[in-house]
């Protein structure tokens, strides 16, 4: 499956369980969420929908996926320039593209910071400035390898769409033919301990935009919380809604096993009450996830 971007929370280990319920006959998969839109480049990989469109409130990122769909050759050169361009001081170098990225936003050097920062994360100082530093143990991927995968990942993503918008516009322009995948910032990883809030997401608006879509037949799973080994992450949704609550064992938690333990990463899905319809209900959706064991 290609990969374009490094990316703090990806769904990459997870794409593969995620995409078996998306229904075949899919105008347009659209993730709001977008991040490194794994889920949508698996399911464009796999052709199930027509199409994808991806958005993400994240405009840099947004204009970098922007170029990787319109013009990958031009920003694998880019890449290219600023990865050997680093070689004489990798560390002096990445705080200037740092400068260079933060005075215009250019998408070229958000790669490579990207590929270059800690942990694939991007954060943001309160004057909106990219403040992550450097993992100096790595150079980030070489430009063959980064050419390679902006290449498939735009092959794959072909007559894709990518925005920048609030997660809400994108749910407001769904239709009843499409499947609307949502990753929100966990809660559990967030900096708040107030549970009303998910990462600088109002948890009411988010499940008032969610009973709105209901009430239009959207089609929906999101990703909503983790959990691994005893410790769970974020509020469960309320039962009103009347999702479909799904766990998939995803595995080992890389950070578990940086600690020295290997619990078990459980990840909740929830499907909307319409997805559950057109998939034929809730024994055809488990039937689609027993292989992978959930
Ligand atoms: C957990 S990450 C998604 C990761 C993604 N699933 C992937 O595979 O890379 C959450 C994303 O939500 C975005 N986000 C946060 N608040 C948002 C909002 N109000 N509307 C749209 N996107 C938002 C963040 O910029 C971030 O990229």
């Known amino acids: 499956m290609p990969h374009a971007i490094p990316y703090q929370g990806s769904k990459r280990q997870l794409a593969h369980a995620i995409v078996p319920l998306v229904?075949?006959?899919t105008e347009r998969l659209m993730e709001p969420f977008a991040g490194s839109a794994a889920v949508s480049i698996a399911a464009a990989y796999l052709k199930i929908p027509k199409a994808a469109v991806i958005s993400d409130i994240n405009e840099p990122l947004m204009a970098l996926w922007g170029r990787i769909l319109a013009d990958p050759t031009s920003l694998a050169d880019d890449y290219e320039g600023l990865w050997k361009a680093q070689?004489?001081?990798?560390?002096?170098?990445?705080?200037?593209?740092?400068?260079?990225?933060?005075?215009?936003?250019?998408?070229?050097?958000l790669l490579y910071l990207l590929a270059r920062c800690v942990k694939a994360a991007v954060r943001y100082n309160r004057q909106g400035e990219f403040n992550q530093g450097a993992d100096n143990r790595r150079l980030g991927a070489k430009p063959d390898a980064m050419r390679t995968r902006l290449h498939a990942t735009a092959k794959a993503l072909a007559g894709s769409t990518a925005l920048t918008r609030d997660y809400t516009a994108a749910l407001e322009a769904a239709e009843v033919r499409d499947v609307v995948y949502m990753d929100p910032p966990y809660e559990g990883v967030s900096n708040t301990r107030d549970h009303r809030y998910m990462a600088g997401l109002s948890r009411a608006d988010f499940v008032t935009a969610l009973g709105?879509?209901?009430?239009?037949?959207?089609?929906?799973?999101?990703?909503?919380?983790?959990?691994?080994?005893t410790k769970s992450?974020?509020?469960?949704?309320?039962?009103?809604?009347?999702?479909?609550?799904?766990?998939?064992?995803a595995g080992r938690s890389s950070q578990a096993t940086l600690n020295g333990n290997t619990a078990l990463t459980v990840e909740s899905l929830y499907l909307s009450p319409a997805l559950v319809a057109r998939l034929g209900g809730v024994g055809q959706v488990t039937a689609r996830l027993a292989p992978i064991g959930a």
């Not at 070689?87 to 990225?101: G, H, M």
């Open 23 to 25: 229904p075949l006959d």
């Open 87 to 109: 070689l004489s001081d990798p560390r002096a170098y990445f705080e200037e593209i740092r400068s260079k990225f933060n005075a215009t936003r250019e998408p070229h050097f």
């Open 212 to 229: 709105d879509a209901i009430d239009r037949d959207i089609s929906f799973i999101i990703s909503y919380d983790g959990s691994t080994g």
């Open 233 to 249: 992450y974020g509020t469960p949704l309320t039962e009103a809604l009347d999702l479909t609550h799904l766990h998939l064992y």
